[in-house]
Nanobody
Framework: QVQMVESGGGLVQAGGSLRLSCATS????????MGWFRQAPGKEREFVAA????????LYADSVKDRFTISRDNAKNAVYLQMNSLKPEDTAVYYC??????????????????WGQGTQVTVSS
């Protein structure tokens, strides 16, 4: 059974930082491209970042570039999202997702096969 569990969300002031984690099980993690997405109330789910199977390539949405960093640890079956210089518009539920088999980095959520339940990030002004 595939399990993907996000953690690390919370309430932070604008300008602050959070580090999200996504622990996975039930899959050959190293075969997956991993992504982070977010969804704010009343809005569609949007791409945040993606990372290749070996971590050598990354892709970011323009809105988070130079502020967020995606990374992964294949030995721990985990993917991370370091979020710095947070803004109120970053407030959303953040989801990790897995694309199997992962060959290229994708920003379309419909291309991802497995999803976590999400973790809430709230940035106050």
């Amino acid at each position: 059974q595939v399990q993907m569990v996000e953690s690390g969300g919370g309430l932070v002031q604008a300008g602050g930082s959070l580090r999200l984690s996504c622990a996975t099980s039930g899959r050959v993690f190293a075969s997956d491209v991993m992504g982070w997405f977010r969804q704010a109330p009343g809005k569609e789910r949007e791409f945040v970042a993606a990372i290749s199977r070996n971590g050598g390539n990354t892709l970011y949405a323009d809105s988070v570039k130079d502020r967020f960093t995606i990374s992964r640890d294949n030995a721990k079956n985990a993917v991370y999202l370091q979020m710095n210089s947070l803004k109120p518009e970053d407030t959303a539920v953040y989801y990790c997702a897995a694309d199997w088999p992962g060959h290229i980095l994708k920003a379309d959520p419909s291309e991802y096969d497995y999803w976590g339940q999400g973790t809430q990030v709230t940035v106050s002004s």
